[in-house]
Antibody
Framework: EVQLLESGGPLTQPGGSLRLSCAAS????????MDWVRQAPRKGLEWVAT????????HYADSVKGRFTISRDNSKNILYLQMNGLKTEDTAVYYC???????????WGQGTLVTVSS | ETVMTQSPATLSVSPGERVTLSCRAS??????LAWYHQKPGQAPRLLIY???IRATGIPARFSGSGSGTEFTLTISSLQSEDFAVYYC?????????FGGGTKVEIK
């Protein structure tokens, strides 16, 4: 059974930094691209970033480019999201997801809430 | 960026009814479209990808159709567990984009 467990919130001030982690199990982590998708309070889904299976290829939403970095440790089965220069509009539940095909987040974690507030 | 537009925003439906949800892309995305639903307090769940391919464990009452810029998700007979928010998502090009969602609520 695929399990994805996010951690790393919950609260920081504007301009601050946080690193989210997603511990993966139940599948061959190194064989799948992974994503971060977020959802602001009472809003819809927003894709944040994707990293290829080997970790070489990355893609970012314009809203986070230059501030967030997605990475992975295939030896530990962990996905990361380093978030710098946080803004209040980054407040959201952050989900990690395993791709079941290129660009298709198929299995999702339960999410971790990140709150950016002064 | 490919903008995804869903309609209607809210749909009030009785259990057992047939439901049709629409999703429009601002440019052609071929058949690179997925559907998800999300219940309150839960993570989204993948229902369909490739326009019409049901994900593992998704019942046959869910079906998808369309190509290019116009897509439809149909639920043939709505069950109580289907009341949720439904999102479409394109994966034809970067950035990946989601529609704003259609909330299916009990009439």
């Amino acid at each position: 059974e695929v399990q994805l467990l996010e951690s790393g919130g919950p609260l920081t001030q504007p301009g601050g930094s946080l690193r989210l982690s997603c511990a993966a199990s139940g599948f061959t982590f190194s064989a799948h691209a992974m994503d971060w998708v977020r959802q602001a309070p009472r809003k819809g889904l927003e894709w944040v970033a994707t990293i290829g299976a080997s970790g070489i290829t990355t893609h970012y939403a314009d809203s986070v480019k230059g501030r967030f970095t997605i990475s992975r440790d295939n030896s530990k089965n962990i996905l990361y999201l380093q978030m710098n220069g946080l803004k209040t509009e980054d407040t959201a539940v952050y989900y990690c997801a395993k791709d079941v095909g290129p660009g298709i987040p198929g299995d999702w974690g339960q999410g971790t809430l990140v709150t950016v507030s002064s | 960026e490919t903008v995804m537009t869903q309609s209607p925003a809210t749909l009030s439906v009785s259990p057992g009814e047939r439901v049709t949800l629409s999703c429009r892309a601002s440019q052609s995305i071929s058949t690179n479209l997925a559907w998800y639903h999300q219940k309150p307090g839960q993570a989204p769940r993948l229902l369909i990808y490739g326009v019409s391919i049901r994900a593992t464990g998704i019942p046959a009452r869910f079906s998808g159709s369309g190509s290019g810029t116009e897509f439809t998700l149909t639920i043939s007979s709505l069950q109580s567990e289907d009341f949720a928010v439904y999102y479409c998502q394109q994966y034809n090009n970067w950035p990946l984009t989601f529609g704003g969602g259609t909330k299916v609520e009990i009439k």
